[in-house]
């Protein structure tokens, strides 16, 4: 069956740290795949997209990777804050998929100061 | 800048009852979703639309109904409300089918007793 899975449990971390988060899918073929960050009570916002042949993506203190054999994305986030702490969602998008994106069921980060 | 917006907020229902949630977008994108996002799983996708005037099921559309009569807006019902429709529920839109990034609104938390 086809699967996105993101660690349940939280990850807790000492602020200035890298908080590295872990997206691992199985039976499909993305296209491309997103990360959103999402707070208590809100909706989810846009951080990063990556497409299937790129290896990495940046954006200020983030960072992304995407293996296709592996079929896993990493996010990071370098020197944490506390402001950091959210939930975090992957998601992607199947080959040609009409932009329906399937999400992981997310991971939250605690930063602790 | 609205972005998406979504009425109510809150809402509870006795099971059998119907409803309507109003999305509304201001930035004339083409595509409109709807979500439900339920504890411990990724938001699952209800049904979407790529047009005016278009509409498609998505993963999870039994017990839901949409339309897309204008561009800006796209409307959820519940024809016969049951408990296993109490959730959170998320629209989004987006501009480009092929980048996919979502704008997400505030979220509809619906509960059916």
């Known amino acids: 069956s086809q699967k996105i899975e993101q660690n349940s449990e939280a990850l807790n971390i000492q602020e200035g740290k890298t908080a590295t988060l872990t997206c691992n899918y199985t039976n499909y073929s993305p296209a491309y795949l997103q990360w959103y960050r999402q707070d208590p009570g809100r909706g989810p916002v846009f951080l990063l997209l990556i497409r299937e042949n790129e290896k990495e993506k940046r954006k200020e203190r983030l960072k992304v990777t995407f293996d296709t054999t592996l079929k896993q994305s990493l996010f990071h986030i370098t020197a944490s804050q506390p402001a950091d702490s959210a939930t975090y969602l992957c998601a992607l998008v199947p080959s040609g998929g009409y932009n329906k994106l399937i999400f992981g069921a997310g991971t939250r980060l605690a930063v602790h100061p | 800048n609205a972005g998406v917006t979504q009425t109510p907020k809150f809402r509870v229902l006795k099971t059998g009852q119907s409803m309507t949630l109003l999305c509304a977008q201001d930035?004339?994108?083409?595509?409109m979703y709807w979500y439900r996002q339920d504890p411990g799983m990724g938001l699952r996708l209800i049904h979407y639309s790529v047009g005016e005037g278009t509409t498609a099921k998505g993963e999870v559309p039994d017990g839901y109904n949409v339309s897309r009569l204008k561009k800006q807006n796209f409307l959820l019902g519940l024809e016969s409300a049951a408990p296993s429709q109490t959730s959170v529920y998320f629209c989004?839109?987006?501009?480009?089918?092929?980048?996919?990034?979502?704008?997400f609104g505030e979220g509809s938390r619906l509960t059916v007793l």
């Open positions: 989004a839109s987006s501009r480009d089918k092929n980048t996919g990034e979502l704008f």
């Open positions: 930035m004339n994108h083409e595509y």
